[in-house]
């Protein structure tokens, strides 16, 4: 290469025209097309389209490149174009940071409740959405709504809201501490992830490393909504917000609720003690017991009381060992990670009914309870209902290190279930007073001696309310025929129950009580019949070995009158010829 080229680039323009140019003179060629297509088609395809088919050939020959290739083009002439002394950063939908960036990008941008495109659909989507309660300041456009039906209160519950979400490959811009940063989100495409992509001026990112930093902070710290998230592969994925339950509307034992929500709160506040001591600042609790008992219940309270999120995991959402290691590394922020269900591990491992499409194994586990891969901080929660299939290696401390067992309902819980739903007016919402309150406490005793202890879980308990309140309003009973159903339904309620309990045993595939009685018995019928015919097979024998013994002395008896029969024929015989010789 010359040194004028590269003193002066206009010449490399100038070689590249001169070849593109001698490129469509060849390709205008007929000779080419006929050496291409062949010349019987060539010949044809000008009988129709005259000495336009070249043409025609020709846009159809580079239009697929130029539909495969004007992207990238455009992508790399905007970049040659714009400025140099721009940084960009790309964040993932992958990861949990973009929920959290998206979400403040969104709420601090300058283009909330002003959208000249938008989509609206039901629900909260994935939080960056603006809904009527979002227009309350907006004195104009509420003066032109006077008219309308809806509602912008937002404690108002009356209908489904409607929100508004910015639209795909939607771009942002907002200034921050003097500097403009440009925030493209960019939705999945077959060649692209969904992500963010983050533009500001600068000579290298430090800057804007640190304002996603500021703004990761600022959401973490302010927000007051708490979410759920669900495994999903290997990555997290925003589910809803988490729905509001105070620790009052959950009914365990006295002191487990205390015991579990002080372990946590200690553990929370402990973590320069775990690290001065060179323990990992990792908690394990197991919640186990039968279903409806309050494992998912507990947590939900839980995560509202300490401002947690919930972030659950299922084995079937769980595709191996290698996922559950990425899952654990990247725990949302401010997170309890729940893994539901994990004796079916377990039954998985011994049952071929119970196998799972998941190839997430014990071992894997073990290696990632106890390797580096969860954050600091982290706690697990794990659920099941059957604590006798677990491997002991799961259980020691350092893998779970709090057991609580949630069982069917005691006295206790019987009684807070029936004040939760019977300590306020049904028709004013007001607490019960004076001669009415010590009335419901004579239906409290008699609803507590009806329920067996230890025997129904407070989930069903608390079906068996709805139910009957819901009967209550539907029929518009008097409070006395309240009172009375309340207490005369529960036989039939038991009822149903051990029903719902056969039909839930028989899917899954479990013998009843009644069916294992009929099989003992007939294992019972089958052994004594067993015996009995080895009895007979014993006595048989005996009377074949006697038989056996007869006929030997039968025969030894005959043997001997044969010999003696033998001897005095002898003798006679003999007798003659002693007398001739005599």
């Known amino acids: ?293 309050g494992k998912s219940s507990i947590i939900q309270a839980i995560a509202n009381e300490l401002n947690l999120n919930v972030a659950f995991a299922s084995l079937s959402g769980i595709g191996g060992n290698d996922m559950l290691t990425s899952l654990m590394s990247d725990l949302p922020y401010n997170s309890i990670m729940v893994i539901e269900d994990i004796d079916h591990l377990f039954t998985s491992v011994t049952s071929k009914a119970g196998a799972t499409s998941s190839s997430l194994t014990m071992s894997g586990l073990l290696n990632v309870l106890d390797g580096l891969q969860s954050q600091e901080g982290t706690m697990i929660f794990m659920t099941c209902n059957n604590i006798d299939i677990i491997q002991p290696a799961l259980l020691r401390p350092g893998r779970i290190d709090r057991k609580f067992k949630l069982d069917y309902a005691a006295p206790e819980q019987i009684r807070d279930t029936f004040w939760r739903f019977m300590s306020l007016d049904d028709d004013t919402s007001l607490p019960l007073e004076d001669e009415e309150r010590k009335r419901v406490e004579k239906i409290a005793d008699q609803f507590e001696k009806l329920i067996p202890v230890d025997h129904i879980t407070t989930a069903e308990i608390q079906g068996y309310f709805i139910e009957v309140l819901l009967s209550s309003k539907a029929y518009e009973w008097t409070k006395e025929q309240l009172y009375t159903e309340l207490l005369d339904r529960v036989p039939q309620f038991l009822v149903q129950v051990e029903l719902d309990r056969k039909q839930a045993k028989k899917h899954a595939g479990e013998k009843l009580e009644e069916e294992e009685k009929n099989d003992e018995e007939e294992k019972k019928d089958e052994e004594e019949k067993k015996d009995e015919e080895e009895n007979k097979d014993k006595e048989e024998d005996k009377v074949e070995e006697k038989d056996d013994k007869v006929d030997v002395n039968d025969t030894e008896k005959n043997v001997e009158e044969t010999e003696k029969v033998d001897e005095k024929e002898t003798e006679k015989k003999n007798e003659p010829e002693e007398k001739k010789a005599e």
Not at 1 to 15: C, E, K, Q, R
Not at 139 to 166: E, H, R
Not at 185 to 213: A, C, K, P, W
């Open 1 to 293: 290469m010359a040194v004028t080229d590269l003193i002066n680039p206009s010449s490399h323009i100038g070689n590249a025209i001169n070849i593109l140019l001698t490129f469509l003179e060849k390709i205008s060629e007929e000779n080419v097309w006929k050496s291409i297509l062949g010349e019987r088609l060539v010949n044809l395809g000008q009988k129709y389209f005259g000495n336009d088919f070249v043409a025609l050939s020709l846009a159809i020959y580079i239009a697929p490149i130029l539909k495969t290739h004007w992207q990238n083009l455009i992508d790399m002439l905007f970049k040659k174009i714009r400025n140099t002394d721009t940084v960009s950063v790309k964040i993932f939908s992958s990861n949990t940071l973009y929920n959290n960036i998206s979400k403040y990008i969104f709420e601090h941008g300058p283009s909330r409740g002003r959208l000249t495109t938008g989509v609206a659909e039901y629900g909260s989507g994935c939080g960056n959405y603006t809904s009527t309660d979002f227009y309350d300041d907006d004195d104009d456009l509420i003066s032109q709504f006077s008219g309308s039906t809806v509602k912008t209160d937002a404690t108002d519950d009356s209908g489904i809201k409607v929100n508004l979400l910015p639209p795909p490959n939607f771009v942002e811009e907002l200034t921050y501490k003097g500097h403009v940063i440009s925030a493209s989100f960019v939705e999945y495409s077959e060649n692209v992830s969904e992500h963010i992509e983050l533009t500001m001026r600068g000579s290298d990112t430090r800057l804007l490393h640190m304002f996603i930093q500021e703004w990761s902070i600022s959401y973490n710290t302010t927000t007051v909504t708490k979410y759920v998230y669900r495994a999903n592969g290997c990555c997290w994925n925003y589910e809803r917000e988490l729905p509001e339950r105070s620790l009052e509307s959950v009914h365990l034992r006295d002191g487990q609720k205390e015991k579990l929500i002080s372990d946590m709160e200690t553990f929370r506040n402990r973590a320069n003690w775990y690290r001065m001591r060179g323990i990992p600042h990792r908690r394990g609790y197991l919640l186990y017991g039968p279903p409806g008992t």
